[in-house]
């Protein structure tokens, strides 16, 4: 099977290169290499319609796994063509390549498409309602994706960390290194979620896809790891293992805080957690153990320094 991976160079890309290198034929494309080695390694900045039509028709893959998407929240707010080129437009033009080629597409979307105002997970079928740009524009590249027809799953995920990459775990553990004491946000609720984990989930769907029995499995997914956190909490657990692996020689100083006390450009809903009863359903995939992901990124981080 010939695989298109794109976003090869972020935090899930680098995870889903080992695991779908072992189900196909994989080329990878970001704007910078992988930290990881790829055989098939293409340079693109993947906006680009005309290249990627070329890189599409020349590969004709029969998978395309699309990791790739404008992620930064608060600079959305004030690039929304960038977002939205990236995060709606691209996913529409994948879908309908797909479509045409009779091939399969895996897609990544977000908590923030919900509003946060529900009083339960969030499944499926709730009603989006963004309240950023960056919901707006992943909700848009949903859409385009389904109004293609194309086969495909849409994975939905959250608060995304790993030992690589911006992310709050390295960003805690930079900050823990100063000194200071360290404000963190309790007021939102979500579930961290392992890129590693989620990459996992991914070539699942793709080996059930390859069996007659799972093929025409569709549509959209939630997938996170099995804990509700605020962001204190997720640091506070953080710290924990990081004094446990000898990364910190003590739990710094760290006081709760409401989001008002952080204001940022673009608004996060308060409550973000994801029901994944359907992939289970579907796919028999069960949350990963937050406790045990967290602990295994900070003993990669451990292992590099
Ligand atoms: N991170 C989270 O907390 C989170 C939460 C919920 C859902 N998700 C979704 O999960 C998926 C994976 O997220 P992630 O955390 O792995 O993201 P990430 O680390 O930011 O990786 C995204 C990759 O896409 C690349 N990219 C962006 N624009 C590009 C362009 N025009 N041309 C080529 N490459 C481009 C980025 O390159 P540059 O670094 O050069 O921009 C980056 O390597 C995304 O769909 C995201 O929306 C993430």
Not at 11 to 16: A, F, K, P
Not at 80 to 104: M, Q, Y
Request: aromatic content about 8%; glycine content about 6%.
């Amino acid at each position: 099977m010939n695989i298109l991976l794109t976003g090869a160079a972020g935090q899930l890309g680098s995870e889903l290169i080992p695991l779908l290198s072992r189900l196909g034929n994989v080329t990878a494309t970001d704007r910078s290499k992988p930290v990881l080695l790829v055989e098939n390694w293409v340079g693109l900045d993947i906006s680009d319609a005309g290249k990627l039509e070329i890189l599409l028709n020349r590969l004709q893959p029969e998978l395309i796994i699309n990791a790739a998407a404008y992620t930064a929240v608060d600079h959305a707010e004030a690039n929304p063509d960038t977002a939205f080129a990236v995060n709606a437009t691209l996913p529409g033009s994948l879908a309908r390549w797909v479509k045409r080629n009779d091939a399969h597409l895996i897609h990544y979307s977000t908590d923030y498409i919900f509003d946060g105002s529900s009083a339960r997970p969030y499944r499926e079928m709730d009603v989006p309602n963004p309240q950023n740009v960056y919901g707006d524009s992943k909700l848009a590249g949903e859409r385009a994706i389904e109004a293609s027809g194309c086969k495909h799953a849409i994975l939905r995920t959250s608060w995304v960390y790993s030992s690589h990459g911006k992310n709050f775990v390295l960003s805690m553990l930079e900050l823990a290194r100063k000194g200071l004491l360290l404000k963190v946000v309790d007021d939102q609720r979500g579930c961290p979620t392992w890129a590693r984990n989620l990459a996992l989930a991914s070539s699942t769907v793709v080996e059930n896809w390859q069996n007659p029995a799972g093929e025409n499995a569709n549509g959209v997914f939630h997938y996170c790891d099995n804990q509700t956190l605020s962001w204190y909490d997720f640091a506070r657990m953080i710290f924990k293992f990081a004094v446990k692996a000898g990364l910190l020689d003590k739990v710094p100083d760290l006081m709760p805080v409401p989001s008002s006390q952080f204001p940022q450009p673009a608004t996060r809903p308060k409550w973000s957690v994801l029901d994944t009863s359907r992939i289970d359903e579907v796919f028999k995939i069960q949350p990963a153990s937050c406790d045990q992901s967290v602990q295994a990124v900070i003993s990669e981080i451990g292992a590099r320094e």
